[in-house]
Each structure stands twice: as C-alpha cells, then as structure tokens.
C-alpha cells in the first residue's frame, strides 16, 4: 500500500511540474492583446500612450493579421506593475524577448511608435532571431541629436536626470496641465491632441518619468550596422517643423549605418502620425507587411 501511496504521490508532483512547465511566460512589465489571424504583427505604442493608437490599423487590417496589441505597465491608465520601480526600456525589451519565444512565435513583423520603436530596434540587435521584420514610427536612434549633433549618453544624463525628477515630484494638476501642453506639439488635430493629453494625463508619472529618461540615455547607434533584417523608418513632417531637407538629412544621417532599411516620409503630420494621417500611416504599413521577394 505505501508502494502505491508513493507511486501516485511521485505521478501527481510529475504532473504538477509538467503542467507549470506548460503554462506560458506571462509578462509583468506589460500586456498583451491579441486579435484576428494569419502571419503576428506586434504593435507597440510610445511613452505614456495607449495600444488603442493603432485601432483604426486594426481596424483596416481586417482580420488578416495575428496583432499582439502591446500596453506597457503604467501607460495611458494601466498599472504599473513590475514598471513600478527602476529601469523601464531594458526591462520591456527583455520581457518581449520572453513572450515572443514562449508563445513560438516565428520572426513576427513589429511596428513601434517613438519608444516602441526604440524597444523594437533593441530587441533586433539583441535578440535578432526575434523577428522578421521592423517599422519604426519616428523615431531616432538615439533621439537627443535632435538638440545637438554631437550630444553624448554622458551630457544629456544630468538633463534628462532633472526632467525625470520634476515629473515624478509634480502634483496630478500639473502633470496633466504638462500633458495637454505638450500634446498641441504631437498631434495636429483637436481630436488627436485630446486622445493624447488623456493618454498621458492617465500615466504613471513614475513610470512615464523613467521611461523619458531611459529613451533620452539609450543611443542604439553603436548596433545599427548588425541589423540584417528589413527594416522601414516613416517620419513625421509638417511645415511647421522647418526645412524639409534639414528633417530629411536628419533621418537619413541617424540611419545611415542600418543596412537594409527604407525611409518614408510622411507629410501632414506631427509626431503621432497613426493619428494625424491616418489613410497614409495604414498604406505605408500595408506595404511593409506585404511578403517579401
């Protein structure tokens, strides 16, 4: 009898393990909305905004495409979770490595808006076997250039060290008073503009703090050049912006290590450009997702 106690006893801590062993990674740092079928696209939006910027892209979409919609952990209302403390950007790029291999993904196509593209073209540089194919939505690789050419991590720390403190020590009033300013420059629409002043004024000010702050210390140039895979850049420009050259020569100069890469322009627009052209984002990524020759 105790031969048969201990039998069932090992059976059911074997089956135990296995079972725990089964069940999927699941992330903390952010979540995971999936929809539709066919070929994965993740789609990653940008620092203190909603997955819900790319509902008009899935929308489009139709169906024929298995989206991963990402929210991160303390963005646009969602809690901050794991994001509650310490780094932000290293931790989401280490986290989307795990989902991608524990759900079996094979080489997904990935579309990030400004910090998600960032995250996106980390993971291609760390974890290149990740994925098949990238699209960055105005994004630079280490966006500070856009102060200074020659600006380093080392002289923008203390800058971005004080603009994270003076988020996470400002009462909700001026955050959210912050968040609808700095909106009017991210969206040309009212529409757009009230979407994004929500989204952020909905943050975490810690999390959205510590994000900025990693984003302005994280230069991806150094890893450009061993980026195989295609990968598109849109970017935003507006009249309102300057010289187009000048927005032109900025992109193709930060870029121009990336080997396989096309850059595409966007008029019309300010930063969020799913919002502010629609039609032209859609197209542009319809294209991108198209199988390649």
């Given at each position: 009898m105790l031969r048969w106690?201990?039998?069932?006893?090992?059976a059911v801590s074997v089956a135990g393990a296995s079972a725990r062993a089964a069940e999927?990674?699941?992330?903390?740092?952010?979540?995971?909305?999936?929809?539709?079928?066919?070929?994965?696209?993740?789609?990653?939006?940008?620092?203190a905004t909603s997955r819900?910027?790319?509902?008009?892209?899935?929308?489009?979409?139709?169906?024929?495409?298995?989206?991963?919609?990402?929210?991160?952990?303390?963005?646009?209302?969602?809690?901050?979770?794991a994001n509650g403390q310490g780094p932000v950007v290293d931790p989401l790029v280490e986290e989307l490595h795990r989902y991608i291999v524990s759900r079996g993904l094979r080489r997904p196509a990935i579309v990030?808006?400004?910090?998600?593209?960032?995250?996106?073209?980390?993971?291609?540089?760390?974890?290149?076997?990740?994925?098949?194919?990238?699209?960055?939505?105005?994004?630079?690789?280490?966006?500070?250039?856009?102060?200074?050419?020659?600006?380093?991590?080392?002289?923008?720390?203390?800058?971005?060290?004080?603009?994270?403190?003076?988020?996470?020590?400002?009462?909700?009033?001026?955050?959210?008073?912050?968040?609808?300013q700095t909106a009017q420059r991210l969206s040309k629409t009212p529409a757009g503009q009230a979407l994004v002043a929500g989204w952020g004024s909905t943050s975490d000010q810690g999390v959205a703090a510590r994000a900025t702050y990693d984003d302005m210390?994280?230069?991806?140039?150094?890893?450009?050049?061993?980026v195989q895979l295609p990968v598109t850049v849109l970017y935003a420009f507006d009249a309102a912006m300057g010289p187009q050259a000048a927005v032109d020569g900025l992109y193709q100069?930060?870029?121009?290590?990336?080997?396989?890469?096309?850059?595409?322009?966007?008029?019309?627009?300010?930063?969020?450009?799913?919002?502010?052209q629609p039609a032209a984002f859609v197209a542009a990524v319809l294209a991108f997702l198209q199988p390649q020759a």
């Open positions: 106690i201990a039998a069932i006893a090992l999927p990674f699941q992330p903390t740092r952010f979540t995971a909305q999936d929809e539709g079928s066919g070929p994965d696209v993740i789609l990653i939006p940008g620092v819900a910027e790319f509902d008009d892209l899935a929308r489009r979409l139709g169906g024929r495409y298995r989206l991963h919609r990402i929210q991160v952990a303390g963005f646009a209302g969602a809690p901050a979770a990030g808006h400004s910090l998600g593209g960032l995250i996106g073209l980390l993971l291609a540089e760390r974890h290149p076997e990740d994925l098949g194919r990238l699209m960055i939505i105005d994004a630079l690789p280490f966006y500070p250039v856009i102060l200074s050419p020659s600006i380093t991590v080392a002289q923008v720390q203390p800058m971005a060290a004080r603009l994270r403190d003076g988020v996470i020590a400002a009462t909700p009033a001026q955050f959210a008073t912050s968040e609808a210390t994280t230069d991806a140039r150094p890893g450009l050049a061993s100069g930060q870029y121009a290590a990336l080997p396989h890469k096309t850059l595409q322009r966007i008029d019309g627009s300010f930063h969020f450009i799913p919002l502010d």
